[in-house]
């Protein structure tokens, strides 16, 4: 299986600061790297796929990055509803896993 | 708008075999061309994929839970459904079904609330 790491496991930020998650896979995914945002109690929501492509209706201070072994995702001028912990996901090959996430927390 | 809601029994016994449903509303699931799948979520092992189905009844699962796993699909009902055997408290968690966009691999982009599943004596 590939493995999915992220860091860092928890960011502390202020709304309006600008903070960047990171996910790095075992092997090469192409561009095959998928990112959730989980709030407590809910289930996860698509954020962006491929890498870098928006889910309908995400705002777009949200952006993704990468390829090959190394991503990140990226959120501008961080809003209160942001924070929450946040999920990548590698869908290239089977089975697909998922990174153990990164919880943002309000400074 | 696609909804999926999971019901499942919340509290089971070592070794037994729970059966968790997800219905579907908002979308036939023998209308389109989507897998449909279960994740699973727990303190120790984070997100976990299941396994998925296709409104065909064709399916595959995490090798990891393959021996103990059957999904199953009921088109008249509009929902799909896992079975896990042989459960011990490492399978307790929240029980997701999801929207599966692609085949073999891809992401998820409908989830349903979750329903807790716990193992205990």
């Known amino acids: 299986d590939i493995q999915v790491t992220q860091s860092p496991s928890s960011l502390s930020a202020s709304v309006g600061d600008t903070v960047t998650i990171s996910c790095r896979t075992s092997q090469t995914i192409n561009n095959y790297l998928n990112w959730y945002q989980q709030k407590p109690g809910k289930a996860p929501e698509l954020l962006v796929f491929p890498a870098s492509s928006l889910q309908s209706g995400v705002p777009s201070r949200f952006s993704g990055s990468g390829s090959g072994t190394d991503f990140s995702l990226t959120i501008s001028s961080l809003q209160p509803e942001d924070f929450a912990t946040y999920y990548c996901?590698?869908?290239?090959?089977?089975?697909?896993?998922f990174g153990q996430g990164t919880r943002l927390e309000i400074k | 708008q696609l909804q999926l809601q999971e019901s499942g029994p919340g509290l089971v016994k070592p070794s037994d075999t729970p059966s968790l449903t997800c219905t579907v509303s908002g979308a036939s699931i023998s209308g389109s061309s989507y897998y449909w799948a279960w994740i699973r979520q727990s303190p120790g092992k984070g997100l976990e994929w299941i396994g998925s189905?296709?409104?065909?009844?064709?399916?595959y699962y995490n090798p990891s839970l393959k021996s103990r796993v059957t999904i199953s699909v009921d088109t008249s009902r509009n929902e799909f459904s896992l079975k896990l055997r042989s459960v011990t408290a490492a399978d307790t968690a929240v029980y997701y079904c999801?929207?599966?966009?692609?085949?073999?691999?891809?992401?998820?982009?409908?989830w349903g609330q979750g329903t807790l599943v716990t193992v205990s004596s």
């Open positions: 999801a929207r599966q966009l692609g085949t073999v691999v891809a992401n998820f982009d409908y």
């Open positions: 996901q590698q869908s290239y090959s089977a089975p697909t896993t």
């Open positions: 189905v296709f409104f065909s009844g064709s399916t």
